[in-house]
Structure formats: structure tokens, C-alpha cells
């Protein structure tokens, strides 16, 4: 079956270092999503992504934040300068038309950890 | 505005009885409606989904509601199985101005007494 790979599991940073999460939607998605879910708390959006653009961003995805696609198969999510409170999971997601349309497929999360 | 919130933050259920999962929402636009299920450790899942122009609709041992009138839905799950224990969240979509997005409410813990 079909899924969504996120890498790595979890990475560990120090506050004020760029990371780059990657994932790997599935391959005959056309939309994309990044989420996270600060510990005990509920997914939260972050951004969507289609046609090569941002469709949607939410408050949380500030300047920091950034989303590229950068060949045929990878969807990374950079956050430039890292802070405490971005600890937290991050998943990201594909479906084949708009997530208000049908299912959406969510990987299994990197789990970030500034200190 | 935009919120999901659910009743009970943790279900206990004895094993191979049914368990009632609920949900309120408040964005009367909403027209698309998931429940995910999500195990220790991993992504949402997705279970079952229903728009907005039903009432109802049966999956494996899973059966949705949905009352607009009080903005309100619920995921039924037949015969609970161990398998069953997750955190479970209600989502709804939300159409922004160029495209969309789900909201997730705040999850309720389903856990399976022996």
C-alpha cells in the first residue's frame, strides 16, 4: 500500500540552527500539507501546498517557516532559525485532490527537539 | 469561528462493547467531516469522512453521524477491539479564500478494558 515517508524520525537541534524535515508524498498526489502536534495537544495546520505554490498558510507558519518541492518527489519543510516552542511533531500529508475532498494520507511524523 | 471541540478528553470501553465518540464543531460552512484515528507514535489516520449533505454513513464497524442542526458528530465503533485504542480526532474542513484546510479538534483517548 501506498504511504506518506517522513525523514528523519526525529532530529534533535540546537535553538537558533535551520532544519529541514523531509518527506516523500505519495506519488500520484498533487496536494501537500505540513502539520504538527506540540505534545498532548491537538494537529494543528501549517501550510498546503499545490501547482508548486503555497494554496494556505496559518498563523503559525511565519517567516521562518518555508516549503519547497524541490524535484519530482521530495516536499521539505525548513524552519529557518529554530525556537524552543517549535519542538513538536511534524507530519505531512498528500491527497489527490483538496483535503476538503477526499482522504488524506499522513506520514508517520519526524518528532523535532530544539534545545 | 473555527473550532472542534469534543466532550469527553478520554473514553474507557470494555472489550467488544461499542463505543460512542463525540464531537462539536462550530463553522456552520463546514461541509466535509473526518474522524482519524491515530496510534501511539504515528500519523492521523484516516477512518471515515461525510459531507455535509448526509446524515449518516457506515464503514467497517464504524458508523458516523452528523447533526447539522446542532452542530454536532459522532463515531460510533462496533464490537471494540483492543486494536481500537488510539487517540481519536474529529476534523472538519474549513475553505479558505484559494483553497482548504482541515481543522483537527482536540482528540479523545479511547482505551480497551480486558
Known amino acids: 500500500e501506498p504511504e506518506v515517508t517522513q525523514t528523519p524520525s526525529h532530529q534533535v537541534t540546537q535553538m537558533g540552527q535551520e532544519v529541514i524535515l523531509r518527506c516523500v508524498p505519495i506519488s500520484n498526489h498533487l496536494y501537500f500539507y505540513w502539520y504538527r502536534q506540540i505534545l498532548g495537544q491537538k494537529v494543528e495546520f501549517l501550510v498546503s501546498?499545490?501547482?508548486?505554490?503555497?494554496?494556505?498558510k496559518s498563523e503559525i507558519f511565519d517567516d521562518q517557516f518555508s516549503v519547497e518541492r524541490p524535484d519530482g518527489s521530495n516536499f521539505t519543510l525548513k524552519i529557518r532559525s529554530t525556537k524552543l516552542e517549535d519542538s513538536a511533531m511534524y507530519f505531512c500529508?498528500?491527497?489527490?485532490?483538496?483535503?476538503?475532498?477526499?482522504?488524506?494520507?499522513f506520514g508517520q511524523g519526524t518528532r523535532l527537539t530544539v534545545v | 469561528g473555527e473550532s472542534v471541540g469534543l466532550h469527553l478528553p478520554t473514553l474507557s470501553v470494555q472489550e467488544g462493547d461499542n463505543s460512542i465518540i463525540n464531537c462539536a464543531y462550530s463553522n456552520s460552512a463546514s461541509d466535509y467531516f473526518i474522524w482519524y484515528k491515530q496510534e501511539s507514535g504515528k500519523g492521523p489516520q484516516f477512518i471515515i469522512d461525510i459531507r455535509s449533505n448526509m446524515d449518516k454513513r457506515q464503514g467497517q464497524r464504524v458508523t458516523v453521524l452528523l447533526n447539522k442542526t446542532v452542530k454536532h458528530l459522532s463515531l460510533q465503533i462496533a464490537a471494540t477491539q483492543p486494536g481500537d485504542s488510539a487517540v481519536y480526532f474529529c476534523?472538519?474542513?474549513?475553505?479558505?479564500?484559494?483553497?482548504?484546510?482541515?481543522?483537527f479538534g482536540s482528540g479523545t483517548r479511547l482505551s480497551i478494558r480486558p
Open positions: 501546498f499545490y501547482n508548486n505554490e503555497i494554496s494556505e
Open positions: 500529508a498528500s491527497s489527490v485532490r483538496q483535503i476538503t475532498n477526499t482522504e488524506a494520507f
Open positions: 476534523a472538519f474542513s474549513y475553505r479558505g479564500s484559494s483553497a482548504s484546510k482541515i481543522i
